[in-house]
């Protein structure tokens, strides 16, 4: 009994034959001809018709249902515990985390957004305030006469919930030709107010930490730390590539499954290329090793393309504090004095500025707004104010570099980690940002909060290993330390291997390896993967055809 | 696999009865089978002839 491939091959042969030696000369040849075609097509079109039906009966009994786990609520459980750590950081204050950071970035750099988005920028502020129960009023923004006639109206507009800011835009020009500085002294007015209510803000942190730690079961920072990572590992056990998604990228092509059988020359030189001593792929001991560790080497090599990605941000750091490092053993020199001193001038100057501002204003109306003078005393007066609110913003751009300055020498040391460094940018994201944007060279607002964002989870991955013991301040090849790593596991990787142009190159071989590994473990095989691909190209075939 | 699903096509003819059981046949021999089919179709179209377009001599 002959099988049915072999009868297919031999029919279609026959009737190849019988076609190229029909006559077609005659309207009745060509008939006849056309009725044995149509004829034959009803036959194949019955058999792909049935073979089709099989192929996908079978391909469906292939299939692997993979356990449905709840990634979405494991990833839940790591958000909210980052909102803990992001809550009891211990290294920056209200301010940061209150996010007051990020939108004085925001507002600093107006220049990168459209009026709509500056408009968003104020509204955002005055939430903030709102969430900590503060509740800003016209009379609140008085730092020059131009902010309190902007805010005004801008408050009146947000108060009528009309979100018509069209009227606004009108004012901002009108104010904008006589004082282009009005949202640097808008900034300056929220710096002012954020600096006023700084208790109310620590309450609002402090009431909020309590609330947090006690509904995520958390009592202390180190505590959040730990369940971060115990959190970290599940999600990534849970997420990571499994045989379903092996399956489904063969189905859609993203991968050749072709490369995956035992005889292909591509699996064969993956194996070759990462192995030291070529182990036989049979023993699974010596194998189950193997795998591991090119799962550890996996993370390492991710991590270290982070670095690699980050170098340019943590030489800008090293040029800016290496004369600042302490010797070994001693602490850093935080010296309060120039700090104080910019805030008692602040202090002062902005005194002087409400006295100008007094002067300009006549007295409160009814609706408790502020209405500025009329005479030809107020011209000379606003010129003043303005002066003042001018170098009031200098001053405040000076705070915060010293500001800073002191953050990062309350914690520099002669063995200042790169993950130290990580945890100090994270922690300030306004100067994370300026910082960023200064060393890629960046000239959207988008550009940096993509950086910035890949910044962060970089910083807070628990699994980062390599930088945490890798001191800033010397000179580590860091390759190097991974190769030798590895290369005591029979792992095969040379400095090339890490070039930053190559670190994908190794990063697939090692997923590839990796895959083999997950089809092995599994009910299935390559053979059955390939067969799934074949007959959904098929079903996507037919289907376009349609 | 329920082989009675399609699982079994049967081609009968004057002289002989064939049965081709598909599940005889290994993953890769299933999808030549398709191919070769689908190919043979697509031949068959192309080889088929428009019967008005065609010069062809009159009838006797």
Redesign the interface.
């Known amino acids: 009994?002959?099988?049915?491939?072999k009868?297919?091959?031999d029919d279609?042969q026959a009737?190849?034959t019988l076609?190229s030696t029909m006559p077609?000369?005659?309207?009745?040849?060509?008939?006849k001809?056309?009725e044995k075609?149509?004829q034959?097509?009803n036959i194949?079109?019955g058999?792909?018709a049935?073979?089709?039906?099989?192929?996908e009966?079978?391909s469906r009994?292939f299939n692997i249902k993979c356990r449905d786990v709840n990634l979405e609520k494991l990833k839940k459980h790591v958000s909210a515990l980052e909102r803990v750590r992001f809550l009891l950081n211990p290294l920056n204050t209200y301010f940061e985390k209150m996010g007051f950071d990020n939108l004085i970035y925001q507002i600093s750099n107006y220049a990168d957004f459209d009026f709509k988005s500056l408009n968003d920028i104020i509204n955002s502020f005055l939430d903030k305030f709102e969430q900590a129960g503060i509740k800003l009023t016209g009379t609140d923004f008085d730092y020059t006469c131009y902010v309190h006639e902007y805010m005004v109206s801008f408050l009146k507009i947000k108060n009528n919930k009309d979100d018509n800011y069209d009227q606004l835009s009108a004012i901002f020009e009108k104010i904008y030709w006589v004082n282009p500085e009005i949202i640097e002294h808008i900034e300056l007015n929220f710096r002012k107010l954020i600096k006023k209510y700084e208790r109310k803000f620590t309450n609002y942190i402090h009431k909020h930490q309590k609330d947090t730690m006690l509904e995520n079961k958390i009592n202390n920072y180190e505590e959040c730390m730990e369940g971060i990572k115990i959190a970290h590992a599940e999600l990534n056990k849970t997420d990571k590539e499994n045989i379903c998604d092996i399956i489904n990228l063969a189905k859609t092509g993203v991968i050749d499954i072709n490369n995956y059988f035992e005889d292909s020359k591509t699996r064969n030189s993956n194996y070759s290329a990462l192995m030291i001593d070529s182990l036989h792929l049979d023993n699974k001991e010596a194998m189950t090793k193997f795998y591991e560790n090119l799962t550890k080497l996996k993370t390492n090599i991710e991590e270290y393309s982070n670095y690699l990605k980050f170098e340019p941000l943590f030489e800008d750091f090293k040029k800016e504090y290496e004369k600042l490092v302490p010797a070994e053993g001693t602490k850093a020199n935080v010296n309060n004095t120039a700090l104080k001193n910019i805030e008692s001038q602040i202090k002062d100057k902005e005194a002087k500025l409400d006295k100008f501002n007094k002067r300009i204003f006549n007295d409160h109306d009814d609706a408790g707004f502020l209405e500025y003078r009329s005479d030809k005393v107020s011209k000379h007066l606003i010129d003043a104010s303005l002066k003042q609110a001018k170098d009031l913003y200098d001053l405040y751009k000076s705070y915060d570099q010293e500001y800073f300055k002191n953050k990062v020498l309350s914690i520099l040391h002669s063995a200042f980690k790169v993950n130290e460094l990580l945890h100090l940018y994270y922690s300030f994201d306004y100067f994370k940002k300026m910082a960023i944007k200064k060393v890629f060279n960046l000239t959207t607002y988008a550009d940096v909060v993509r950086y910035s964002d890949d910044f962060d989870l970089f910083a807070m991955n628990p699994n980062n290993i390599v930088i945490n013991s890798i001191p800033l301040f010397e000179e580590y090849n860091i390759a190097k330390i991974i190769i030798n790593r590895y290369r005591l596991d029979n792992i095969n990787l040379t400095e090339e291997n890490l070039n930053p142009n190559d670190l994908k190159t190794v990063l697939d071989k090692i997923q590839f390896l990796l895959r083999i590994n997950e089809i092995e473990k599994s009910p299935t095989s390559v053979?059955?993967i390939?067969?799934m691909a074949?007959?959904e190209k098929?079903n996507i075939m037919e289907s376009k055809k349609e | 696999m329920n082989k009675n699903k399609g699982g079994i096509m049967k081609k009968k003819n004057e002289k002989n009865k064939v049965d081709f059981d598909l599940s005889t046949h290994s993953l890769s021999e299933l999808i030549k089978v398709y191919e070769n089919i689908v190919e043979f179709l697509q031949f068959l179209e192309d080889k088929r002839i428009e019967e008005e377009q065609k010069g062809a001599t009159p009838n006797e």
Not at chain 1, 24 to 31: A, F, G, L, V, W
């Open positions: 009994m002959s099988n049915f491939l009868f297919i091959e279609i009737k190849r076609f077609t000369k005659t309207k009745r040849d060509i008939k001809y056309n075609i149509d034959t097509m194949y079109e058999y792909r049935n073979v089709k039906k099989y192929l009966a079978k009994s053979e059955k390939w067969f074949q007959v098929i």
